[in-house]
């Protein structure tokens, strides 16, 4: 088992003020790593519209690269507008995955569109920076890696990748809308496509990490960071049935020697909900991101209301084998 | 200068076998020429909530006159989709091609949106028995929207010419601002993509027919035919707005060729048909399908109210 140790919680989003597009939630974690800085995206919501629904922007804070709990600067604007009228991501861009190329930096992302029947559906949109993260431009109206025969619906939570020269998108897809006391609930499963480029992308239709916790199991933010010869993925889930109920995320875990064939084994995964009464954590522990910095390898997470109030740093003990 | 022969109205709804099981309109007929008939899908109404309907494929079979409905559909031709699917509120229409003993089917799916009306996307479903029934491939589309055609994809063609698959279809452009008491309006363009199976298909990304009207003006349901060394194509096309009641602004057939698949030359005034001067094609037509039997080439189409009460159908004479 690994052993993650906790360092407390690292950006509260409830805590910041003059800006309305974010009110609350810092979700979804993704560390890019500067000089001094580490810049830290993740994904906000200003107050519900008059309809009571959220919007989700996409922005950053910058933290001391010496002392992670110094943030030293925050976004001032989100990092890209929604959508357009009818476009994929109309309502959010939300999560966003980060990565540098060509003197670019690249963010793939999951844009978000308000259905009939169902709540919402998601498509992973694309675009890039040119002035090191802090603003993106699309490359166009519409999705980059949309629905399919095999993934129906809801594309999300991309997390890309370069490994060996070649560009992995690890993502989740829709495997079926479940209706739990009237209301559907998503069932996604962690899903894969490679890229010569980071444009053109061939889906592999394969869910890579079989279910563990229950019948319709969801599973979402899919980080994979190689160490020691090995990729490591860590990623959370729940069960629908469970949604509405706290403490119902979980971290897992599984390892791969080749990207395509994971091993799942979530009792190595090291890190649990705190035990402490009042800690921001205490009730769920979520969306994982695993980075190195300067010899040390660290965990970004979301604590309780995913992220309502924040996320927090855990550095690992030992190494990931 | 292509000259058609008016028919004319060979289906009516109302007095049809289907006005049991559904509300209304025979919308967007398409033709699959079998050995002993023609069998005609088209899309058809069901009631669902309040003010919304549902659309299904059904389909009737002619005689090679197109005289008599010799057999039509009472059964469940393709499904729509299930909770969240890009066809789970509607499959308008059902474009036929047959591939061998096979007939390919190529699904404009509608699921319903928040901000504006729909979504829309590209099904394919494959029928093993001449289109009584058909198998969907997946439950997700095989094309939607991309980076460059961001909602909207759907109204597919597809002919084999010179052994590729072309396919015709529409994509969204823009969804208009809604004004005070207005909805939301769409522009969509025609579009091309070409593939190797059927099945994956790689698109142009372009609009392949010029505007007439202006730059909002919505080209709907291509449909192309080769005749000699040249092709044809008819679709229809409309002003953005206005064009449900106001019959100036309403859906009229264009008509474009090419020699190439590529380079379309629109020429509306040789497209050799028109409105009627009173009756069920006074007012629109739209939905154009065009196809050859028995050495004659035919174009069914939909007339007044985006073909509410039916459907009709001409003959080429030169």
Known sequence: MFKWNKLGKVFDPT??????????????????????????????????????????????????????????????????????????????????????????????????????????????????????????????????????????????????????????????????????????????????????????????????????????????????????????????????????????????????????????????????????????????????????????VYMLYLGNEVGRYGFGLAQLEGELI | MMKWEKIGQIFEFETSPFKDRYVSHAQSPQALVLEDRVRVFFSTREADQPGKFLSHVQYVDYDFEFKNIIDHSDHEVIALGNLGCFDEHGIFPLSPVAVGDKVYGYTNGIARRVSVAVETGIGYAVSSDNGKTFQKYGEGPIMSASIHEPFLVGDAFVRVFDGRFHMFYLFGKKWSQATEGQVSERVYKIGHAVSDDGINWQKDNRSIIEDMIDENECQALPTVIQLGERYHMYFCYRHMAGFRTDKSKGYRLGYAYSDDLINWTRDDKSAGIELSDEGWDADMMCYPNIFECNSSVYLLYNGNDFGRSGFGIARLTS
């Not at chain 1, 670019?104 to 992973?124: L, Q």
């Not at chain 1, 739990?180 to 894969?192: A, C, D, M, T, Y």
């Open chain 1, 15 to 296: 805590t910041i003020t003059g800006k309305e597009w974010l009110h609350e939630y810092a979700q979804a974690p993704a560390t890019l790593v500067f000089d001094d800085f580490v810049r830290v995206y993740f994904s906000c919501r200003p107050e519900r519209d008059s309809n009571g629904q959220f919007v989700s922007y996409s922005a950053f804070v910058d933290l001391d690269r010496n002392n992670l709990f110094n943030i030293i600067d925050i976004a001032k604007q989100p990092i890209m507008e929604l959508g357009k009228k009818g476009c994929f991501d109309e309502f959010g861009t939300y999560p966003v995955s980060i990565i540098r190329e060509n003197n670019e930096v690249w963010a793939y992302y999951a844009g978000w569109t308000r259905c009939s029947s169902v709540p919402f559906n998601t498509a992973i949109g694309f675009a890039k920076s040119t002035d090191n993260g802090e603003t993106f431009k699309k490359l166009g109206d519409g999705p980059l890696l949309t629905y399919s025969p095999d993934e129906p619906f809801t594309l999300s939570g991309p997390k890309v990748r370069k490994f060996n020269g070649k560009f992995y998108l690890f993502y989740i897809a829709g495997d079926k809308w479940v209706v739990v006391n009237g209301r559907p609930e998503i069932s996604h499963k962690i899903r894969l496509a490679t890229s010569d480029d980071g444009l053109s992308w061939v889906k592999h239709n394969k869910d890579l990490v079989p279910d563990s916790w229950g019948e319709n199991e969801s599973q979402a933010s899919p980080d994979v960071f190689f160490a020691n010869g090995t990729y490591h993925m860590f990623f959370c889930g729940w069960v629908p049935s469970s949604f509405r109920k706290t403490k119902s995320r979980k971290i897992g875990y599984a390892s791969s020697k080749d990207l395509i064939h994971w091993t799942r084994d979530d009792s190595k995964v090291g890190i649990d909900i705190s035990d402490d009464n009042d800690s921001f954590d205490n009730e769920m522990v979520a969306y994982p991101h695993v980075f190195e910095l300067d010899g040390k």
